[in-house]
């Protein structure tokens, strides 16, 4: 079993009592990044305590022999798709795709997750078509957040919408 396997099953305890979601775990060059979820959301201050007691649950197994770093956060506005699991939660959304060199044609798309099926996605791009990609033909996807645009200064509009 790998680093992050194991790292999954020692955090994964910890963070069922309190209604926490093991979002995902990665290890890249000396820094250990664990990401929680949480229906509820979930604060700094949360995340600073989970930070204290999962580097201390790690110190306790002494798994990763070299010098790392932890970081403890949540997914964000724009979070990784890198499991299955994650490209389910996001669907409905807007998503960025980039696919691997092997694949011929355009390489990145943007548009909203229509669904999965059996492995493949089906997306709606801006320009109203539906295109279907592979996911293990996927290097890396993301959530997009949508910025609302704020009026331009001096324009009759206050941020309340009242003029």
Do not use: C, Q
Not at 3 to 10: F, K, Y
Not at 48 to 58: M, V, Y
Not at 145 to 155: A, F, H, V
């Amino acid at each position: 079993m790998g680093i992050i396997e194991t790292v999954n099953e020692i955090i994964d305890p910890l963070l069922i009592p309190l209604d926490y979601e093991l979002y995902d775990v990665e290890l890249n060059g000396g820094i250990l990044k664990v990401t929680i979820t949480s229906d509820e959301g979930i604060t700094i201050d949360e995340l600073a305590k989970l930070n204290r007691e999962i580097s201390s649950k790690l110190d306790e197994e002494d798994l990763i022999k070299s010098k790392y770093t932890l970081e403890v956060s949540s997914p964000g506005l724009e979070r990784k798709l890198r499991r299955e699991e994650h490209y389910f939660g996001a669907i409905s959304e807007r998503i960025s795709v980039k696919l691997g060199p092997h694949v011929e044609g355009e390489r990145r798309h943007e548009g909203e997750l229509l669904g999965i099926d059996e492995m493949i996605l089906n997306l709606k791009t801006s320009n109203g078509s539906e295109i279907k990609l592979n996911l293990s033909d996927i290097t890396s996807a993301k959530t997009v957040y949508e910025w609302e645009k704020n009026p331009k200064p001096g324009s009759k509009i206050s941020a309340s919408g009242i003029s």
